[in-house]
């Protein structure tokens, strides 16, 4: 298929725009995507350096689609000041920092762009051949002290330079980028001109979804051995549509620590499933099909809420879905009840999360059901997860699980 980047999701602003379009036939395709967690000044760990000024970042990126020709999505929705963008270019990965075949971005034909707080913006289309799972690194130079907008678990490693070393977006040497970061800064999607026929999944959640794998029982770290490997859920569902001759793309919209009907219990986790739906789905470039799979941090993390709170912002989600013409395809719950990590052990928690999931499996709003909890319990005590398919905090599932959940998808669902 063709590949453009190009981005108007909800709330995108384009500074300068275009007069290219996809072309005859032709619509734009989210290929890769971000969802916008946090700002990049406030970090746990991995952090990108507080506000430096005159430096560059290198952001990795893996498509899921392949293309001809691919437009950027820059964001700057958590800024409180406007962003100055004075360059960025699109290059193949060779390994590190180190990339080849660099290729200009424009904005309405300018190298600069400034993004306003609260805005995103998308580049003109850029003539680049793209191949679905080969990493493509977007370099940008910051000339001003910036704080940017960032995804908070990115799980792939990209760089950046020092404060005060310019602009290093054209160098195919990795040299100057010394400063790693698993967050994703800036760069919120990468568009594919694809035929129309070509529609995109959007898998929306939690940290479930954004793919977090725990380092210990208490969860506190991520597995660093993870970074840069891809095994998410939503890649290993890519991986089965891909053998299945599915030419549809799965993007993740998942944020660690997210949840339905509440704001972020920290910094990081992004706003509430209500509020980030119209940008982070919705506003997804070609999006056709939503799975959403999401609610255990609403009951789990202190002080948490129940169940009916959870089935009414599950099912108010769902219906703006469908106002938009999409799919939906809603999630079980996994077990969480052996896990000491945030109180979602709580017995109170379990027995809210067995009655959202009663509901789930009843309802008949959504336009079908994925039981990932059935296959992803424990068999010796369903209100855990299985041992062998999890972490060791027994709530985020382990490269295994994850590929277990993909094999609940029922690729019909998703095939036309």
Not at 31 to 56: K, Q, Y
């Amino acid at each position: 298929m063709a590949a453009v980047l190009a981005t108007a999701g909800v709330g995108v602003v384009q500074a300068h725009p275009s007069d290219r379009g996809p072309g005859v036939g032709a619509h734009w395709v989210a290929g890769w995507m971000a969802a916008p967690s946090n700002r990049g000044d406030i970090s746990l760990e991995n952090p990108i350096p507080s506000a430096p000024a005159d430096h560059t970042l290198r952001v990795m990126t893996t498509p899921h689609l392949s293309g001809s020709v691919e437009r950027v999505r820059l964001t700057n929705r958590f800024g409180a000041k406007p962003i100055r963008i004075g360059g960025v270019t699109v290059s193949r990965r060779v390994r590190g920092a180190q990339v080849k075949r660099i290729v200009p971005v424009t904005f309405g034909g300018s190298d600069s762009v400034s993004i306003a707080p609260g805005a995103d913006v998308a580049s003109d289309p850029v003539d680049v051949d793209v191949t679905a799972w080969r990493s493509l690194a977007v370099s940008v130079f910051l000339p001003d002290a910036t704080v940017p907008t960032v995804h908070y678990v990115g799980n792939a490693t990209s760089f950046a330079t020092v404060a005060g070393s310019g602009d290093h977006s054209r160098d195919t040497s990795g040299a100057a980028f010394t400063v790693p970061t698993d967050q994703v800064p800036l760069v919120s999607g990468i568009d594919f001109a694809a035929t129309t026929s070509v529609t995109s999944v959007v898998a929306v959640g939690d940290s479930i979804t954004d793919g977090f794998m725990a380092a210990q029982y208490l969860g506190l770290t991520e597995d660093r051995s993870v970074i840069d490997t891809n095994v998410r859920y939503p890649d290993f569902l890519q991986r089965r549509l891909d053998r299945a001759g599915i030419d549809r793309p799965v993007l993740n919209a998942g944020i660690s620590g997210n949840r339905v009907t509440l704001g972020p219990a920290i910094f990081a986790y992004g706003p509430s499933l209500m509020d980030r739906v119209a940008d982070d789905v919705i506003g997804v470039p070609g999006v056709r099909d939503v799975i959403l799979l999401e609610g255990i941090n609403d009951l789990g993390i202190p002080p948490g809420t129940d169940a009916a709170t959870v089935i009414d912002g599950l099912r108010k989600v769902i219906l703006r879905l469908h106002a938009a013409g999409l799919r939906v395809h809603l999630g079980t719950l996994l077990p969480a009840a052996t896990s000491l990590s945030d109180g979602w052990s709580t017995p109170a928690a379990n027995g809210q999360r067995l009655v959202v999931n009663a509901w789930i499996r009843r309802q008949h709003l959504s336009d079908s059901v994925i039981d990932f909890e059935s296959a992803m319990r424990d068999p010796h005590d369903p209100n855990g997860l299985n041992p062998r398919l999890s972490g060791p905090d027994l709530l985020h599932p382990n490269a295994a699980g994850y590929s277990t959940m993909a094999a609940q998808v029922d690729l019909a669902t998703l095939a036309s």
